[in-house]
């Protein structure tokens, strides 16, 4: 069984998705949807041992091996990813129950489960195909079931906001497979290994170098880096709350892992940052992203849309380590990956709480807040430290590991920007903590904080938050060893 992981890492909730549609009821489609993404975790989890102990796994599909069929390709990077989608869907879905009641019309209730494993099947795919068109392929699953979860919220909005974030989405998913069209006519493989190895003979094409730019402006409409970032905002704030969890703390993710490993497995380090100025670009593109969004986020009235561009904001965080190309930069990215699923996920998952009890997300709203719901109020103030990166949390390694990694190229005042930019981010966390814990709240309100399926896995991500940021030797040290094998550094 375990040497056939791969497989059923995908093949799991690939099937389980159709199969919920005939269980119909409310109940046993969440309850069968629930149990299926903490099977996937536990698969991905045992990826991840075996990559520890041996090192790569390749899987060829149907028994034809590479570059003639399709291979799962399993390194410590994707393996990770494969983990972190799994979790975050399982833990999401687990919340899912009583905020779908409130948030998702019963009549569609049953549909959400299978386009949530189907996006949850498209992202795992993306991480784990060593296949560039079936990268194409997963990622439009995962986009396809990305609108319609989208669009299952009750305020009309919510159509809008999909169908901004398709024609986008479009767009970037066009660019993406020019790009491989272009780059299956020069080297005439879709395998990425086997790409790598013959691209460096044709570096000085246009073509080539044609491709290259069409990737990466299709992962840049994808990840949402500034200014590709427009379709976000109003898909995080008119999506279901356990949708814009989930998304928040997977889609982009995985994009920039796409981007990770386009960049570094496929083209590599020389063609990518000396025949190309991408570092440039990149940098210049992610402190934009970091400085606009956050100044945007503070001038937001819905806190929902307050944290989506503060999204934006830490996405170019996670570029700007990649623009260093070095190992203390790319470990930074990598573990913002991680680091930014978590105490964004539990930043929603909180806030799914406050709209379940009092019907909106609207700072205005909140008076009284951290009285009335103390609990959930603490997991959100604990996931803003974290945005803010005060020791002890998560954010703090991240911005800790890029800003040695600015020392380390001389840029001390990339370094000096990226301390300056959590200043904005202490302006909006305090907006919410003002009104929520030094506001009264209004004649007649009661104290009912969010029932225990709904507060357990939002302090599963929060806490999680909390003890990597002490722990900082399983997150930081897979990412060190992931970035040192991206740029063929490590053993």
Not at 310 to 331: E, K, P
Not at 335 to 353: D, E, Q, R, S, Y
Not at 413 to 436: D, H, I, K, P, T
């Amino acid at each position: 069984m375990s040497a056939h992981l791969p497989a059923l890492q995908i093949a799991l909730p690939l099937m389980a998705a159709p199969f919920c549609l005939l269980l119909r009821k409310r109940q046993l489609v969440l309850g069968f949807g629930i149990l299926v993404c903490w099977l996937s975790f536990a698969v991905s989890v045992g990826l991840v041992r075996q990559t520890l102990e041996v090192g790569e796994i390749v899987y060829s599909l149907g028994g034809w091996d590479a570059p003639w069929g399709i291979e799962y390709r399993i390194d410590l990077l994707n393996a990770s990813m494969l983990a972190l989608v799994s979790l975050i869907a399982a833990i999401v879905l687990t919340y899912a129950p009583a905020s779908l009641a409130r948030e998702i019309p019963e009549s569609k209730q049953y549909l959400f489960v299978p386009a949530y494993l189907l996006s949850m099947t498209g992202l795992m795919g993306i991480a784990i195909t060593g296949d560039l068109f079936n990268v194409f392929v997963f990622l439009e699953v995962s986009s396809l079931s990305s609108y319609a979860l989208i669009s299952l919220g009750r305020d009309r909005r919510a159509l809008t906001a999909t169908l901004q974030y398709l024609v986008l989405g479009t767009i970037g998913a066009t660019f993406i497979l020019i790009s491989i069209g272009l780059l299956y006519m020069m080297t005439g493989t879709l395998n990425m290994a086997d790409m790598a190895t013959r691209i460096g003979a044709m570096e000085s094409m246009r073509t080539v170098h044609a491709a290259f730019a069409f990737f990466c402006v299709g992962v840049g409409l994808k990840v949402a880096l500034f200014p590709l970032h427009v379709w976000l905002p109003n898909a995080y704030t008119y999506a279901p709350s356990v949708v814009t969890a989930f998304l928040a703390a997977t889609s982009t993710k995985v994009s920039v892992y796409v981007l990770l490993r386009f960049v570094f497995s496929v083209y590599g380090y020389e063609f990518a940052f000396s025949s190309m100025p991408l570092d440039t670009m990149l940098l210049a593109l992610s402190l934009l992203g970091i400085f606009v969004a956050s100044a945007v986020a503070i001038f937001q009235r819905n806190i929902k849309r307050m944290l989506a561009y503060s999204s934006v904001a830490q996405v170019g965080y996670m570029v700007l380590g990649i623009s260093f190309a070095s190992v203390s930069g790319l470990t930074g990215a990598i573990v913002h990956i991680f680091n930014h699923a978590l105490m964004k996920g539990g930043l929603f998952l909180a806030m799914g709480c406050i709209v379940l009890r009092i019907g909106s997300a609207r700072i205005d709203d909140m008076a009284g807040l951290g009285k009335r719901m103390p609990l959930t109020m603490f997991a959100w103030v604990l996931g803003g430290l974290s945005l803010i990166g005060v020791p002890l949390t998560v954010g703090f390694v991240s911005k800790w590991y890029l800003i040695e990694a600015a020392l380390e190229k001389d840029l001390w005042w990339v370094a000096g920007l990226a301390l300056l930019s959590s200043l904005l981010a202490v302006l909006y966390v305090w907006r919410v903590v003002e009104v929520a814990y030094f506001r009264e709240a209004p004649a007649g309100a009661q104290r009912e904080e969010a029932p225990l399926s709904m507060l357990i896995p939002t302090w599963l991500l929060i806490g999680a938050s909390v003890l990597f940021g002490i722990r900082t030797e399983w997150t930081a040290g897979i990412a060190q060893k992931a970035a040192a094998l991206l740029l063929g550094v490590g053993p």
